[in-house]
T-cell receptor
Framework: DTAVSQTPKYLVTQMGNDKSIKCEQN?????MYWYKQDSKKFLKIMFS???????INETVPNRFSPKSPDKAHLNLHINSLELGDSAVYFC?????????????FGPGTRLTVL | DAKTTQPTSMDCAEGRAANLPCNHS???????VYWYRQIHSQGPQYIIH???NNETNEMASLIITEDRKSSTLILPHATLRDTAVYYC????????????FGKGTLLTVNP
């Protein structure tokens, strides 16, 4: 059973297009995240949702719009894709209120913008 | 979150213990030390965490100095599958539960 799953695994698209990445977790967690890992391998947080409410927004361009239809899902929609958006995007989840911050990560979505 | 400093890379022979150091001299009293690792092309994986006391689980041991300014992650019997980037993170949890990843240490386990 996959704990945190992402679709698609690979995404190749042209500049200017709009695309979405989906994330689902079956761990019963209430907090989900999106991270971006660029070509230099730096892993940076983008957004976090707790019970469908946005709690972290790390000055990400407003072309990126996360949406959480329920606690188990956090999707990322990107408008007007740019070359610099090429990266691996990881979804993660945790249970807020637990005594420690163990985050479970998905396998990643490799986005390539041509 | 506390700033952490780790060596860029380390090598270890298969079957030997791998000792990965981390400096976190600015860590505050309520910040835990977390260790995650990222095997090539995979998502990061939680390993262990600690506050003051040494900790051990099925994956590794964590030794935290008494002054809490540094710690060491120990993989007791490294295997080739332990080759990965290891991240040491200081985090207080709290309301945002945000992890700030640094550059980490690339551990290469050699046969």
């Amino acid at each position: 059973d996959t704990a945190v799953s992402q679709t698609p695994k690979y995404l190749v698209t042209q500049m200017g297009n709009d695309k979405s990445i989906k994330c689902e977790q079956n761990l019963g967690h209430d907090t989900m995240y999106w991270y971006k890992q660029d070509s230099k391998k730096f892993l940076k947080i983008m957004f976090s949702y707790n019970n469908k409410e946005l709690i972290i927004n790390e000055t990400v361009p407003n072309r990126f719009s996360p949406k959480s239809p329920d606690k188990a899902h956090l999707n990322l929609h990107i408008n007007s894709l740019e070359l610099g958006d090429s990266a691996v995007y990881f979804c993660a989840s945790t249970r807020r209120g637990s005594s420690y911050n163990e985050q479970f990560f998905g396998p990643g979505t490799r986005l390539t913008v041509l | 979150d506390a700033k952490t400093t780790q060596p860029t890379s380390m090598d270890c022979a298969e079957g030997r213990a791998a000792n990965l150091p981390c400096n976190h001299s600015t860590i505050s009293g309520n910040e835990y030390v977390y260790w995650y690792r990222q095997i090539h092309s995979q998502g990061p994986q939680y390993i262990i965490h600690g506050l003051k006391n040494n900790e051990t689980n099925e994956m590794a041991s964590l030794i935290i100095t008494e002054d809490r300014k540094s710690s060491t992650l120990i993989l007791p019997h490294a295997t080739l599958r332990d080759t990965a980037v290891y991240y040491c993170i200081g985090n207080s949890g709290g309301s945002n539960y945000k992890l700030t990843f640094g550059k980490g240490t690339l551990l290469t386990v050699n046969p």
